[in-house]
């Protein structure tokens, strides 16, 4: 971690009203849920679809995609990177710097209105709550450190960061089974599944592949960030 | 006629300067151009077919030709694959219907609109190009014409291929002509809409940003944020009571899902619990009335954000 880094970095992620586009996402989970709860449908499947299908499989994932290509990606599309890298700083901790900072904001911005939201829809009943909680914990962070990983590798990281999240994860994931042991997402409920029991929050992997999964992407994705970083071109735009 | 340098040293006062002597103008013989002029209209079809060209990386690096195509395969080749085994199992209709294949594949012609808009507008903007277009004959009505009907026309194109291709299949297999005619233009009538709407509102934001990457992400996100709105909207609440033709009316914030509320409430297509419609005849002029005051809304706002570049 390096502070001056990390305070550059979040100025760049929040500074100058970006920061309120990024309280789109809260504020109208935090919406949704107020309107769904006035209603009286049944509240189990209210909140799975509400934290489960919005906020786990869409907003969560664009969130980790604006964030994790937002601390790195923006630098290197407009030169400003080489400021940085021109400093005496090893290239793998300007990573785990911004990666720090990618996280704390990706969960920041996602974990709060989903522990609210969840309380507002369902109360603290069968741990409901907990296990969306922790499955967004988890797969925030995995997203992050794949997106800022995407954001270092190529140009195109938004278009291929949504290429994963939304066609593969929500689009093939639904028609094919075996696409989803290949899920962030379905790692993240299979960890919250183990913390919250399986009343609470269903998984399609197992916890034993759940795991070793998540840290060889996170921790992988994080090493190959600061492999690339070290030996980065910058090439002009094609 | 090129002429010799005229050293007129003999009506300049130089002898007593002497580095004045140095000054001299050569006329190399540059001429105005007095033939015919291909005018603004010519220009503003050029920008077009290279805006057109551009949406699908034409005569650009191969690089950038790898989205486009990508896509265009994944749209075009589950419809080959439908034909193909709706031949072979020899039915007699295809197993889906045009409109809704398009409603099925929407995404993916959501991340061709998210990433193809900002190569068409944010590009010019962020290397300041679009004053050099408007340093020639076309204006700034023509810049926005241009490329507002080039980005329609490669959607249009992108969602033309597939329907194409499952009409002809179904031609080709003995289905029902006039059934399959009549279903392939309410197909058309649907590609038609779905890309007017949604790419006129990412065209405005593609317009906003001179930053690619941002205008993908800011697109992108608005187009699946509200469509999940939508969808979840419609998923929570009751089917069977009034609260389910109350919450069709959440389609109104996706551009993608009022384009097929419309489409299927118009044609009376679609079927099964999570069928998006417009709810009755009120329904159908509102969510026209949205779909029209978003695209002339957008259309206005392009030209006012061009008003000042």
């Known amino acids: 971690m390096n502070p001056t880094v990390a305070r550059l970095t979040l100025r760049g992620l929040l ?16 919406l949704v849920s107020a309107i769904a709860s006035g209603s009286s449908a049944d509240a189990h499947g209210l909140t799975v679809k509400i934290l489960g299908q919005l906020g786990l499989g869409t907003l969560v994932p664009i969130l980790g995609l604006v964030v994790g290509t937002g601390v790195i990606a923006t630098e290197i599309d407009d030169g400003s990177i080489v400021y940085l890298l021109a400093k005496p700083l090893p290239r793998w901790r300007i990573i785990t710097t911004k990666l720090a900072v990618a996280i704390g904001v ?32 988890v797969a925030g962070a995995a997203y992050s450190a794949l997106f800022l990983l995407l954001g270092v590798v190529t140009r195109h990281a ?18 094919v089974e075996g ?26 992997v197992s916890f034993g592949a759940a795991v070793p999964l998540l840290l060889v992407v996170t921790v992988g994705a994080t090493v190959l960030a600061s492999v690339k970083l070290a030996g980065l071109t910058l090439a002009g735009e094609e | 006629m090129a002429q010799p340098p005229d050293t007129r040293s003999a009506d ?15 006329d190399i013989g540059y001429r105005g151009y007095s033939g015919p002029r291909l005018g603004r209209g010519y220009a503003t079809r050029s920008l077009f077919t290279q805006s057109l060209r551009a949406a699908y990386g034409l005569g650009r690096s191969g690089k950038s030709k790898v989205l486009p195509m990508l896509v265009l395969a994944v749209v075009t080749v589950p419809a080959a694959i439908v034909v193909a085994v709706a031949i072979t199992m020899k039915r007699d209709q295809l197993p889906v219907e045009y409109a809704g294949y398009l409603a099925s594949v929407n995404l993916v012609i959501a991340v061709f609109l998210a990433s193809q808009a900002p190569v068409l507008l944010s590009r010019d903007l962020r290397y300041q190009t679009v004053p050099l277009y408007f340093s020639r004959p076309i204006t700034r009505t023509d810049y926005v014409r241009a490329k507002f009907a080039a980005m329609v026309c490669a959607q ?58 941002f205008g993908v992400a800011a697109i992108m996100g608005y187009l699946a944020v509200s469509a999940a709105v939508a969808a979840v909207a419609v998923g929570i609440s009751d089917p069977g009571t009034t609260g389910s033709d109350a919450a069709q009316w959440t389609s109104l914030i996706s551009p993608t899902e009022l384009v097929e509320s419309l489409v299927n409430e118009v044609f009376d297509l679609g079927v099964g619990l999570d069928r998006r419609y417009a709810p009755g005849g009120l329904g159908i002029a509102v969510f026209a009335l949205v779909a029209l005051a978003l695209v002339v809304g957008s259309y206005r706002l392009l030209l006012t954000r061009y008003k000042k570049v």
Do not use: C, K
Not at chain 1, 158 to 175: D, K, Q, R, T
Not at chain 1, 179 to 204: H, P, Y
């Open chain 1, 15 to 30: 500074g100058r009203r970006r920061g309120l586009l990024l309280l789109v996402v809260p504020a109208l989970l935090l």
């Open chain 1, 106 to 137: 990706t969960w920041l911005f996602s974990v709060v209105p989903t522990l609210l939201s969840g309380l507002l829809l369902y109360g603290t009943r069968d741990g409901m709550v907990l296990g969306y909680t922790v499955a967004v914990l």
């Open chain 1, 158 to 175: 938004v278009v291929a960061g949504l290429a994963y999240a939304l066609i593969w994860e929500s689009m093939v994931g639904n028609f």
């Open chain 1, 179 to 204: 696409a989803r042991t290949l899920s962030v997402q379905q790692w993240g409920r299979a960890v919250a599944e183990a913390v919250a029991g399986d009343t609470a929050i269903g998984a399609d």
């Open chain 2, 12 to 26: 300049t006062r130089s002898a007593d300067t002497g580095s004045a002597d140095t000054g001299v103008i050569h």
């Open chain 2, 156 to 213: 249009l194109l992108l969602m033309a291929a597939p329907l194409l291709v499952l009409y002809l299949g179904a031609l080709l297999g003995g289905m029902d002509f006039s059934y399959n005619t009549g279903h392939f233009l309410y197909g058309l009538v649907a590609a038609v809409l779905y890309a007017l709407v949604p790419t006129s509102v990412a065209l405005v934001i593609a317009a906003a940003t001179p930053r690619r990457g």
